[in-house]
């Protein structure tokens, strides 16, 4: 996941399915959003169609969104975000600062090693970057009975978050590389649980890269291994959004 970044055919896979990841994909947690929530000015980087940023927007922040695909930083304008398109990396902030940074489930697409180091210039005094990432983890049917139908298209490894242990080292990774740049960092998690229907699960598994890149034959090859694990039944679903939380 350390090179993701590398990988802009993936990065930019998203465009062609825009309005469907608008629809499906998670929001962040309310409990969440409204701990991190504070400040005047936001800046939402890898916003994808506007989903964090409207949230944000709709907590009283003024959020300029940052999106490297064009589709997708459209559809957040058209939702009446103010979406620049740009890499991070590459994006000219025009002396603009932020009193919060925030990555919703996009922090591995961009080069860390660049990142981090601009921060400092970009938070005003007191400011934070909040790394934040939703998980949607199956138990009826189990999530691993799914994993294994999947294991024969994709590698499930890397297109999932793993176990809850390599979870934990990736964040201690993270928190020490933030901290080493002279930030205070802080962890929080908020859970709910939910059901979908099938056809909506389905739906927005065909939202991660992992999936949607795939051949279209293999696609619909694992398409149908999945629907025929969870057969008749809604998907049930342990839900979580998981921020880390750097203070300048």
Same mark, same amino acid.
């Given at each position: 996941?350390?090179?993701? %970044?590398?990988?802009?055919?993936?990065?930019?896979?998203?465009?062609?399915?825009?309005?469907?990841?608008?629809?499906?994909?998670? @929001?962040? *947690?309310?409990?969440?959003?409204?701990?991190?929530?504070?400040?005047?000015?936001?800046?939402?980087?890898?916003?994808?169609?506007?989903?964090?940023?409207?949230?944000?927007?709709?907590?009283?922040?003024?959020? $300029?969104?940052?999106?490297?695909?064009?589709?997708?930083?459209?559809?957040?304008?058209?939702?009446?975000?103010?979406? !620049?398109?740009?890499?991070?990396?590459?994006?000219?902030?025009?002396?603009?600062?932020?009193?919060?940074?925030?990555?919703?489930?996009?922090? %591995?697409?961009?080069?860390?090693?660049?990142?981090?180091?601009?921060?400092?210039?970009? $938070?005003?005094?007191?400011?934070?970057?909040?790394?934040?990432?939703?998980?949607?983890?199956?138990?009826?049917?189990?999530?691993?009975?799914?994993?294994?139908?999947?294991?024969?298209?994709?590698?499930?490894?890397?297109?999932?978050?793993?176990?809850?242990?390599?979870?934990?080292?990736?964040?201690?990774?993270?928190?020490?590389?933030?901290?080493?740049?002279?930030?205070?960092?802080?962890?929080?998690?908020?859970?709910?649980?939910?059901?979908?229907?099938?056809?909506?699960?389905?739906?927005?598994?065909?939202?991660?890269? *992992? %999936?949607?890149?795939?051949?279209?034959?293999?696609?619909?090859?694992?398409?149908?291994?999945?629907? !025929?694990?969870?057969?008749? @039944?809604?998907?049930?679903?342990?839900?979580?959004?998981?921020?880390?939380?750097?203070?300048?």
């Amino acid at each position: 996941m350390a090179e993701l %970044h590398e990988d802009r055919g993936r990065a930019l896979s998203f465009g062609a399915l825009a309005e469907d990841y608008d629809r499906l994909r998670p @929001r962040y *947690s309310d409990a969440t959003l409204d701990a991190i929530a504070t400040g005047r000015s936001a800046l939402d980087v890898g916003a994808g169609t506007g989903i964090l940023a409207r949230q944000l927007r709709d907590r009283g922040l003024d959020v $300029l969104a940052v999106e490297p695909d064009g589709a997708m930083a459209a559809l957040a304008r058209a939702s009446g975000v103010p979406a !620049e398109v740009a890499t991070f990396e590459e994006w000219d902030a025009r002396g603009r600062t932020f009193d919060l940074i925030t990555f919703g489930q996009s922090f %591995h697409w961009v080069d860390a090693d660049r990142a981090i180091p601009r921060f400092a210039e970009l $938070l005003n005094p007191g400011g934070r970057v909040v790394l934040l990432w939703n998980k949607l983890r199956p138990t009826s049917p189990p999530n691993e009975e799914l994993r294994v139908a999947s294991s024969d298209y994709v590698n499930v490894e890397a297109a999932g978050a793993g176990t809850l242990e390599d979870l934990m080292v990736r964040m201690a990774a993270l928190q020490k590389r933030f901290e080493d740049a002279g930030f205070a960092v802080t962890e929080r998690e908020d859970t709910w649980t939910e059901t979908q229907s099938k056809q909506r699960w389905l739906d927005l598994a065909f939202t991660y890269s *992992s %999936h949607s890149t795939l051949p279209d034959d293999r696609r619909s090859a694992l398409r149908t291994a999945l629907a !025929e694990v969870i057969g008749d @039944r809604d998907v049930e679903l342990a839900a979580s959004t998981t921020a880390l939380i750097a203070t300048r």
